[in-house]
């Protein structure tokens, strides 16, 4: 049974150049512009109309919906745990240059799963690519109106955020500081005079020192961390390798580290916390953890970790995920 109504509102295709164009993600319902939702159907019989067979869709997330509508041209490109990752943003940079170049009336049509992030993101790493622009922060205000004008600014539709600094104005993800410092990343490596303009050291993260700690649910919130190299789960913290006091917590990570790293924190929650469950180094040895939701994550790629010591990150170099 599909439960389709007419839609009161159109199917929204943003033209970010003639070849590139970025539309909300599509679903069964009917097209919603103030949540970034096309109707499945309208989309795909617009995209006949105007592009016949010379459209490929870039499905930028693991959001499922029925292939078919678009006659399969579907090309899926998921990101790690939602994170972007260097190589995983050139891979897909090339595939659509490959694809426009092909033909002259090809275009690529991207979306992602909220119209936020990733399909902004590779828009503007593709300006950058395609020498449209030599600046990332310039590639992604021109994709930012170019959206925000397709949206004909909807309510709701705080996709990005303006950003002030020496009177200047600059526009930025919305709580998504990943984004925009791999944009910055990408621009870097691909005006790299030389590859060695990039490191290929490793870097050994010794710990993790966080001044305070975050409330959870219910109960007490220990945090703990999971650290992704490449896609793949390296380092897990497990309650020997936490120590807590009035000042904070400290995590033991010691892993060496290379490419693109995740450090996602999480809760770990207990039920309670009473003066027997402490032992006397403050550790929380003897609760039996529950891992809970999320709390923030870190991204970054060790080609462009300069120099030896302390890295200090605040609140605005986090992804958070749950306030």
Same mark, same amino acid.
């Given at each position: 049974?599909?439960?389709?109504?007419?839609?009161?509102?159109?199917?929204?295709?943003?033209?970010?150049?003639?070849?590139?164009?970025?539309?909300?993600?599509?679903?069964?319902?009917?097209?919603?512009?103030?949540?970034?939702?096309?109707?499945?159907?309208?989309?795909?019989?617009?995209?006949?109309?105007?592009?016949?067979?010379?459209?490929?869709?870039?499905?930028?997330?693991?959001?499922?919906?029925?292939?078919?509508?678009?006659?399969?041209?579907?090309?899926?490109?998921?990101?790690?745990?939602?994170?972007?990752?260097?190589?995983?943003?050139?891979?897909?940079?090339?595939?659509?240059?490959?694809?426009?170049?092909?033909?002259?009336?090809?275009?690529?049509?991207?979306?992602?799963?909220?119209?936020?992030?990733?399909?902004?993101?590779?828009?503007?790493?593709?300006?950058?690519?395609?020498?449209?622009?030599?600046?990332?922060?310039?590639?992604?205000?021109?994709?930012?109106?170019?959206?925000?004008?397709?949206?004909?600014?909807?309510?709701?539709?705080?996709?990005?955020?303006?950003?002030?600094?020496?009177?200047?104005?600059?526009?930025?993800?919305?709580?998504? #500081?990943?984004? =925009?410092? !791999?944009? *910055?990343?990408?621009? &870097?490596?691909? $005006? +790299? %005079?030389?590859?060695?303009?990039? /490191?290929?050291?490793?870097?050994?993260?010794?710990?993790?020192?966080?001044?305070?700690?975050?409330?959870?649910?219910?109960?007490?919130?220990? #945090?703990?961390? =999971?650290? !992704?190299? *490449?896609?793949?789960? &390296?380092?897990? $913290? +497990? %309650?020997?390798?936490?120590?807590? /006091?009035?000042?904070?917590?400290?995590?033991?990570?010691?892993?060496?580290?290379?490419?693109?790293?995740?450090?996602?924190?999480?809760?770990?929650?207990?039920?309670?916390?009473?003066?027997?469950?402490?032992?006397?180094?403050?550790?929380?040895?003897?609760?039996?953890?529950?891992?809970?939701?999320?709390?923030?994550?870190?991204?970054?790629?060790?080609?462009?970790?300069?120099?030896?010591?302390?890295?200090?990150?605040?609140?605005?170099?986090?992804?958070?995920?749950?306030?």
């Amino acid at each position: 049974m599909v439960s389709l109504l007419a839609s009161k509102e159109e199917p929204v295709l943003a033209a970010i150049t003639e070849r590139v164009l970025v539309m909300p993600r599509p679903w069964e319902q009917a097209t919603m512009r103030s949540a970034r939702r096309n109707n499945i159907s309208e989309i795909a019989e617009e995209l006949d109309k105007r592009f016949k067979q010379h459209y490929m869709v870039f499905r930028l997330s693991d959001v499922k919906y029925d292939h078919s509508k678009f006659h399969f041209r579907i090309v899926h490109y998921p990101f790690f745990l939602g994170s972007p990752s260097l190589s995983g943003l050139f891979e897909i940079c090339c595939a659509i240059h490959a694809w426009v170049k092909l033909h002259p009336s090809n275009v690529a049509i991207l979306h992602c799963s909220s119209g936020r992030s990733f399909s902004p993101l590779v828009a503007a790493c593709y300006l950058v690519y395609s020498r449209t622009y030599d600046n990332g922060q310039e590639a992604l205000a021109h994709v930012a109106g170019k959206i925000q004008l397709a949206m004909k600014r909807s309510p709701g539709l705080n996709i990005f955020r303006l950003r002030r600094e020496d009177s200047e104005e600059e526009i930025s993800f919305r709580d998504l #500081p990943s984004f =925009e410092s !791999y944009l *910055n990343l990408f621009t &870097i490596a691909l $005006s +790299a %005079p030389q590859p060695d303009h990039i /490191s290929k050291d490793p870097v050994f993260l010794d710990r993790i020192l966080m001044n305070a700690v975050p409330d959870g649910e219910r109960g007490v919130s220990v #945090p703990m961390v =999971e650290v !992704y190299a *490449n896609g793949t789960l &390296i380092f897990e $913290s +497990a %309650p020997a390798d936490r120590e807590m /006091s009035e000042f904070g917590v400290r995590l033991q990570v010691a892993q060496w580290l290379y490419g693109d790293i995740i450090l996602l924190f999480r809760q770990c929650q207990s039920a309670s916390l009473n003066d027997s469950d402490v032992s006397e180094n403050g550790n929380h040895d003897s609760l039996i953890p529950r891992t809970g939701a999320e709390i923030f994550r870190f991204c970054i790629h060790t080609g462009f970790v300069g120099g030896v010591g302390p890295m200090q990150l605040r609140v605005r170099h986090l992804d958070i995920r749950n306030s």
